[in-house]
């Protein structure tokens, strides 16, 4: 009984100190100083990723990009289910843009064009893509409350919608 016990206990531990914290900050490789990531909105205005991303409230964000079919796909979904979910839970869905400087202007003409009514942001210098070590799009992060990752799902599945929305609800 007592190393069932144990064994447990160390499970939880793991558990509890695997997640991370949804990076707000990117170490810079020249320097090894982190810095605060930087994102624009539709009119060019930059700000940082952590002004979108107070801790207190729960977040489902989407690294995406304009040519991603499956990203897009993705975003299609959620537009359909995001509001309901914002009105059972303190709960936010972030679309950030990982498209080059020079594609600004296509990743708020796309979601113009797709009606999308969610926050969308631009990180053109690829700085989430290395924090989170992403090589596939579309890649989403459900961030709690205290901005820990708890859980990421790979790829885009429609059936990943109910999965979602209960996690959601169960933070």
Not at 161 to 168: D, S
Request: charged share 25%; with cysteine.
């Amino acid at each position: 009984m007592r190393l069932l016990i144990v064994i447990v206990l160390y499970l939880c531990t793991n558990v509890l100190m695997s997640q991370k914290a949804f990076p707000l900050s990117s170490v810079k490789l020249s320097t090894q100083e982190a810095l605060q990531i930087h994102v624009k909105n539709e009119l060019g205005e930059k700000s940082f990723l952590s002004t979108h991303m107070p801790k207190g409230k729960i977040y489902l964000v989407s690294v995406w990009a304009t040519w991603c079919s499956s990203c897009r796909a993705e975003l299609k979904a959620i537009q359909k289910v995001h509001c309901d979910w914002s009105e059972e839970s303190d709960f936010e869905f972030i679309a950030v843009s990982i498209d080059i400087p020079t594609d600004h202007h296509k990743v708020f003409s796309l979601a113009n064009k797709m009606d999308w009514n969610f926050k969308i942001i631009h990180e053109e210098y690829g700085y989430l893509l290395r924090e989170l070590d992403i090589f596939k799009l579309p890649r989403m992060f459900l961030v709690d409350q205290k901005g820990n990752i708890v859980y990421e799902p790979r790829g885009f599945h429609a059936s990943e919608l109910q999965n979602l929305g209960e996690k959601i609800k169960s933070l």
